[in-house]
């Protein structure tokens, strides 16, 4: 039999970044501890900052019964001459029966004595109480605060707690707060508790009373709001997904107001603007023909018909942060960008300054303008000489800005404000847009460097980073990794991929590894190939198959990669695959670094003599890509299967038999130029 089941735990407001974090946790404990407690249904977790709501349509008025299997020693060690040893006496004790009703069964090959009980179910009203304590325990906030005089901790304090089963207040208790059958609603209705008799009651309540407890109907209402905005004006509001989520989690009645700002501010940089109106003030940047417009949405959590004092309050708040972000911006202005500085800021004990960090980059990026220069010079227009020289003067200058007093006040800045104050004391083009470009990607699906030239110096940032720490011992293990190097070289393979650029990774470490302390290079080409297994979305057995070609760039093992994959996955592999596998087999005792040769006048069978000269075009030809490459290669297979269908490989006489193997290794070696076919699962 089932009754709903209604929990609130109300708090004061709960922060919303760690809240967030956890949200998925929080949900996931609570059917873990249903399951635990034989109480599984489902249910419904809702939030705002003021409370956690747990809501059962269903809930089972009592556990489910359960079977209890229990297994004591042999019979040989039970009894004794016919007679019950200590050991059968204590176990029919635990058992809590007598001996003649405990009974026999096999276990482990032997017969045991053997007992199964049934577990009756408890009323759950009794188990509330010790659910909601773990429950709350398994909450990890992070940062956790203790209030009054209690040594226990949570979030916030917990200020009411509601639960109701069918109309019956459930007993429980949290932190010295009983339960109840009060509920608040939005404090500009009323402070005082509210008396609810059931969970139809509760809701009708809440909505009544200016507390919207789903939080995608909250989002509904803030994207209403702002379509409602923009209908009445030409303005677009900007749709920031982290800062939605933000809001939605500390509004219980969101409404969304335009406001101004003086449009003297425009003149700061639009990211500025945004990221102090996003981290100081959560409000929401608006646009007027694709350009930053000095107006503000901020959502109200306010519930009134007037809400021309909010709008002004919020002005008033904006008004000294632009202020201040003016006065920030005209100082670095002045004092433009100097890397001198960068020589008293710690980059990382044993890797010297900040400014010994751009001198490593500086190295690495004029190598790479080197190696690129052939495209550099036709996309800029611009000398070998001088693309190497602006690489340099970028790289030097890319942290020149951590000492601006902006990214000081906002370190999300870092880059951009190099990019601004770059243009501002006349830097070239590229290498404002490099310095703006160099974290890029800074996320798994992030943005690329804008250009070649950028991307240079993103890979000289990331490449340092990994030598750097690689160099110091600083490795990641299992998921610690404290310094981002994981995201570091997935975002190497992404812009070497994206720019079409060859990227040898051995080569790479073993050039600049003078530049670096001693240590193991295949640790780090170690750590590449496994981003390569997380980067490509492909069966791993081509990743390594692919690897084991012994190929280095990392813009050709995707390719391979990409190339292998479109072929496995087709429809028909599984087929043309049995025939390769069996070539794979047959090499797998052939040295292929020897010479395979191959002489046609020991040919005894007509299927020799097809195979081999239709591999002859097959390798002798051009191909566009690695995929047309393997289709031809893979064509092989009607000629091989006659092959081997009537030419005996292993045959008697040895000059035969070595022959007709090296044409077969000859085919297999072709393969593993691309990837080595016997890794393969299919």
């Known amino acids: 039999m089932t009754q709903p089941l209604l929990i609130e735990i109300g708090v004061e407001e709960l922060p919303a970044a760690p809240l967030l974090k956890v949200l998925e946790q929080i949900e996931r404990s609570w059917a873990e501890i249903l399951e635990k407690n034989r109480l599984l249904c489902d249910f419904e977790f809702s939030y705002t900052p003021r409370r956690l709501v747990l809501w059962h349509p269903e809930f089972l008025k009592k556990q489910l019964e359960s079977e209890e299997e229990l297994f004591g020693p042999p019979l040989q060690v039970a009894f004794k001459d016919g007679e019950p040893t200590r050991a059968a006496e204590s176990f029919a004790k635990k058992c809590g029966v007598a001996l003649s009703e405990i009974g026999r069964s096999q276990k482990g090959g032997k017969e045991v004595l053997y007992y199964k009980r049934v577990i009756p179910g408890r009323e759950s009203k009794e188990l509330i109480d010790r659910m909601l304590k773990e429950w709350i325990a398994s909450m990890r906030f992070g940062k956790m605060m203790r209030w009054g005089a209690r040594s226990d901790e949570f979030i916030r304090p917990v200020r009411w707690l509601l639960t109701l089963l069918g109309n019956e207040v459930v007993p429980a208790e949290l932190f010295g707060v009983k339960s109840s059958n009060t509920t608040r609603v939005h404090r500009q209705v009323s402070f005082e508790p509210v008396g609810v008799d059931s969970a ?9 009373g200016g507390v919207e407890l789903f939080a995608d109907r909250r989002r509904e209402k803030i994207l209403e709001g702002f379509n409602e905005l923009e209908a009445k004006s030409s303005l677009k509001i900007g749709r920031d997904e982290d800062l939605m989520e933000e809001v939605v989690a500390i509004t219980e009645y969101p409404t969304p107001l335009l406001g101004r700002f003086d449009e003297s501010f425009l003149k700061l940089p639009p990211e500025v603007i945004m990221t102090s109106m996003k981290e100081h003030q959560r409000y929401f940047p608006v646009f007027e023909n694709g350009v930053l417009h000095n107006g503000f949405v901020v959502v109200s959590n306010a519930k009134t018909d007037d809400f021309s004092q909010i709008v002004a309050g919020n002005e008033r708040v904006l008004k000294p942060r632009l202020s201040d972000a003016i006065f920030f911006y005209e100082n670095d202005l002045k004092k433009g960008l100097d890397p001198e500085g960068l020589k008293d800021l710690l980059f990382m004990d044993s890797l010297g300054s900040m400014y010994d960090k751009c001198v490593r980059e500086s190295v690495i990026a004029t190598t790479l303008a080197e190696v690129y220069s052939d495209t550099l010079e036709k996309e800029f227009h611009k000398e070998r000489g001088e693309l190497k020289a602006l690489a340099e003067r970028a790289a030097m200058l890319s942290k020149a800005d951590l ?13 951009v404000m190099g990019y601004y104050y770059a243009k501002a004391q006349g830097e070239d083009e590229l290498v404002a847009l ?9 996320a798994e699906d992030g943005e690329l460097p804008s250009n070649l030239f950028s991307a240079i110096i993103a890979i000289s940032y990331k490449f340092d980073n990994l030598m750097a720490l690689f160099s110091i011992g600083k490795i990641p293990t299992g998921s610690r990794d404290p310094f981002a190097l994981r995201r570091a070289a997935a975002g190497i393979i992404r812009i070497v991929t994206h720019f079409d650029i060859p990227f040898n990774i051995s080569e790479m470490i073993e050039y600049f590894k003078k530049e670096y302390a001693p240590f193991d290079s295949a640790e780090l080409e170690k750590f590449f190939d496994e981003r390569l297994y997380k980067a490509l979305d492909v069966n791993p057995s081509i990743v390594t198959a692919v690897l084991a070609s012994k190929e280095r760039d990392i813009n050709e093992i995707v390719k391979k990669v990409q190339a292998l994959k479109n072929i ?20 797998k005792d052939i040295d292929l670094e020897a010479e395979l040769s191959v002489d046609s006048g020991l040919f005894e069978k007509s299927e020799e003599e097809d195979l081999y000269n239709t591999f002859l075009e097959v390798t002798q030809k051009e191909y ?15 000629k091989l299967d006659r092959f081997f269908d009537n030419v005996m490989v292993n045959a008697e006489d040895e000059k035969l038999r070595v022959n007709r193997k090296n044409l077969v290794g000859s085919i297999y070696r072709a393969f593993k130029e691309v990837a080595d076919i016997k890794e393969i699962s299919v």
């Open 624 to 638: 566009p890509d690695y995929e047309s490459m393997l289709d031809a290669l893979f064509s092989l297979k009607p």
């Open 434 to 442: 490099a310095i703006r470009d160099q974290y890029l990607p800074n």
């Open 568 to 587: 496995v996955e087709s429809d028909e592999f599984k087929e043309i695959f049995t025939t390769f596998k069996r070539v794979a087999n047959i090499a």
């Open 200 to 208: 139809k009651e509760y809701f009708e309540h809440l909505q009544k």
């Open 403 to 415: 000492l601006s007093e902006m990214v000081y006040e906002f370190t999300e800045l870092q880059g």
